[in-house]
């Protein structure tokens, strides 16, 4: 792995701009989100992984595994027209 050093300015507000080497190398683009990570006095800078880092990580209810998402979105829609039915004719 080789070592790359690069500078900013903070500005008064606490803002700076990635240095392009720096956005470049870890392929950022306008809008991505930054993970800051301290590590005593130094700070780890990557790409934030966001929403999808984690898709699929959790395993689905013993009933629910196995079964298509157009198939769940069908069933629980029909529970919530179900339910709101119920509400109504109260």
């Not at 880092?53 to 027209?81: C, H, M, N």
């Amino acid at each position: 792995m080789q070592s790359e050093e690069a500078h900013s300015i903070l500005t008064s507000k606490g803002q700076t701009t990635v240095p392009s080497r720096i956005r470049e190398a870890l392929r950022l683009k306008a809008g991505d989100r930054i993970l800051y990570e301290i590590k005593g006095d130094t700070v780890v800078i990557r790409p934030h992984p966001g929403a999808m880092a984690v898709f699929g990580s959790l395993k689905p209810s013993g009933d629910k595994a196995g079964v298509p998402f157009a198939v769940a979105r069908q069933t629980a829609r029909e529970k919530r027209i179900k339910g709101t039915a119920r509400k109504a004719s109260r």
